[in-house]
């Protein structure tokens, strides 16, 4: 390659280091690494790293061996109104899961009434993924919905709020979540 010395190994924040081929190999290689403007530019080895993770770290599930976790549509102890989020509710407690992670599959294994539903999932007061699912003539009673959010902090706390169609009465979800480790990332 014409201008790239396969000998030189850059600095993680050095000019050199303005393109991926810049930092192959680089010993400070982490997946997710390096915020950049506001974003994440691993090197193509961070890349690898996380895409390892993702697909051969072992799935897991929150609660495990508990309960599913209920969440409402409530807003200060009433029904929030049609469309409207209700309050956000803890489904993942503070420093409950101790390495960085991210989440793919919603398992909501009771609908409480016919209607139309949007979860919101929320990392503080960040959004960090939504889905939409419904239950039609007390037919569909449990949904499998696949979610996508961004990498997140070790110990981070994970809230969801639930919004309803005809959101003027209480409406009620159980859920579990799937999700995926990331040791070897910072974020």
């Known amino acids: 390659m014409v201008g790239f010395d396969i000998k030189k190994v850059v600095e993680v924040d050095s000019t050199d280091n303005d393109s991926y081929r810049d930092v192959i ?3 400070e290689d982490k997946s997710f690494s390096d915020v950049v403007n506001g974003g994440y530019s691993p090197s193509i080895i961070g890349h690898l790293t996380a895409g390892y993770f993702h697909v051969h770290d ?8 508990a309960d599913a976790v209920s969440i409402n549509n409530e807003a200060d102890s009433s029904a929030a109104g049609a469309w409207t989020e209700g309050d956000k509710q803890t489904i993942i407690p503070a ?10 599959w919603i398992k909501i294994f009771s609908i409480s009434d016919n209607d139309e539903y949007v979860l919101t999932l929320y990392n503080g007061d960040t959004e960090i993924g939504c889905v939409g699912f419904a239950k039609v003539n007390n ?9 996508q959010i961004p990498p997140q902090s070790a110990n981070s706390e994970i809230k969801a709020t639930l919004a309803a169609k005809g959101g003027t009465s209480t409406r009620t979800v159980t859920l579990k979540v799937f999700y995926h480790e990331y040791p070897d990332m910072t974020v």
């Open 139 to 147: 037919f569909i009673s449990h949904v499998d919905s696949i979610i």
């Open 58 to 65: 072992a799935a897991k599930l929150y609660p495990k061996l």
């Open 25 to 27: 190999g680089n010993k």
């Open 95 to 104: 420093s409950t899961l101790t390495k960085n992670f991210d989440i793919h």
